[in-house]
């Protein structure tokens, strides 16, 4: 039975970037036979500019009736004056939530033809494959309470709660012993103990979890030294785990390790395996409208989409051959291009990508 993808480009970037990932899907499903029917849907500016939310109901139904979803990326300054209670980020984060979407994967993996394009000597990131496992819909992202009040001096007092219960600690930790598993078998939970109670008591979670999983080895790292030993040492890493803000934050600096930010895809999935698929960037509205950025996370996303939410695994490896392919041939978007490499734009990668996946034929 054909498989439904809810398509929400989203703001800046997104719709340039989407385009790419979905010229994949249509190949895959004009050329090698994959059952699926894409649909569009609004989230971010985007639908805050046509419906007055950057989540509206219609679009929380599609992606509630989809198989997966594919997101390209929300926000931007035209929208930056309005209440964060509307804000296209806002529209994001609503959709996490609504779906469940509790465990957030990021792998971190340097393709080897890209060893150079990293900012740090490729002996310290060559054969680099980590997985940042992150939590991402508790934490102080969503906790209550949170605002801005006016104290009786007049003065004004901003607050947000971090907050996590033990079951929603348990649950992704388990997700990511689940993942050691399959991998090096490693282990490290990143966390403010030494300072945040909420997060004294992830680490107590973790060693109990951890009981159940004899062949993981566990460690712990406070998150200031684990963003220093990412740019340290990063493959003395398998798998980390931490919550929705120090992941957000440490993923995007294990991004730059491969490379380039444009090179990091995501899952979200829930427990009953749906998920939404994107880029770990933003909307990047520096480069946005110029069709140079990197559409190869979103590609690399729609990927992990096939492994993850169509059990389509054999497709997917076809994705990652072809991503290796056009790194094969020298081809680079700015931000992972060097002398001497050819310098192409977002569609022409895009173009490059279903230009390998068919001669793979
Ligand atoms: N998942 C999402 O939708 C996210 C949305 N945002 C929103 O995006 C907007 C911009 O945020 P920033 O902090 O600037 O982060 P950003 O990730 O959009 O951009 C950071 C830097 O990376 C570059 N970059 C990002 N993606 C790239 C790609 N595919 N190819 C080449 N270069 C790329 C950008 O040009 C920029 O210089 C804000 O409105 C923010 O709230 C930020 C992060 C995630
Ligand atoms: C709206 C933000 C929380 C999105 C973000 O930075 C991310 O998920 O990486
Ligand atoms: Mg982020």
Known sequence: MSKKILILPGDGIGP?????????????????????????????????????????EQTVALARASDAVLLG????????????????????????????????LRPAILYPQLASASTLRPEVVSGLDILI????????????????????????????????????????????????????KRVCSVDKANVLECTELWREVAMRVGQDYPEVELSHMYVDNAAMQLV???????????????????????????????????????????????????????????GVANPLATILSTSMMLRYSLNAAEQ????????????????RTADIAADGDRRVGTAEMGDAVVAALRAGL
Not at 73 to 91: N, Q
Not at 249 to 263: N, Q, R, V
Request: hydrophobic share 40%; with cysteine.
């Open 16 to 56: 340039e970037i989407v385009n790419e990932a979905v010229k994949v899907l249509h190949c895959l499903r004009d050329d090698f036979g994959l059952e699926v029917e894409l649909t569009d849907g609004l989230v971010g500016g985007a639908a805050y500019d046509a419906h007055g939310h950057p989540l509206p």
């Open 73 to 104: 990326a929300v926000g931007g300054a035209k929208w930056e004056p309005l209440p964060i209670a509307v804000r296209p980020e806002k529209g994001l984060l609503g959709l996490r939530a609504e779906l469940g979407l509790f465990a957030n």
């Open 133 to 184: 496992v992150r939590e991402l819909t508790g934490g102080i992202y969503f906790g209550q309470p949170r605002g801005v009040e006016t104290l009786d001096s007049g003065e004004r007092r901003g607050f947000n709660t971090l907050v996590y219960t033990e079951s929603e600690i348990e649950r992704i930790l388990r997700v990511a012993f689940d993942s050691a598993m399959r991998r090096d």
């Open 232 to 290: 340290r040492a990063p493959k003395q890493f398998d798998v980390m785990v931490t919550t929705n803000m120090f992941g957000d934050i440490l993923s995007d600096c294990a991004a730059m390790l491969t490379g380039s930010i444009g090179m990091l895809p995501s899952a979200s999935l829930n427990a009953s395996g749906q998920g939404m698929y994107e880029p770990i960037h933003g909307s990047a509205p520096d480069i946005a409208g110029k």
């Open 316 to 331: 997917a490896e076809r994705v990652d051959a072809a991503v290796s392919t056009v790194l094969e041939q020298g081809l």
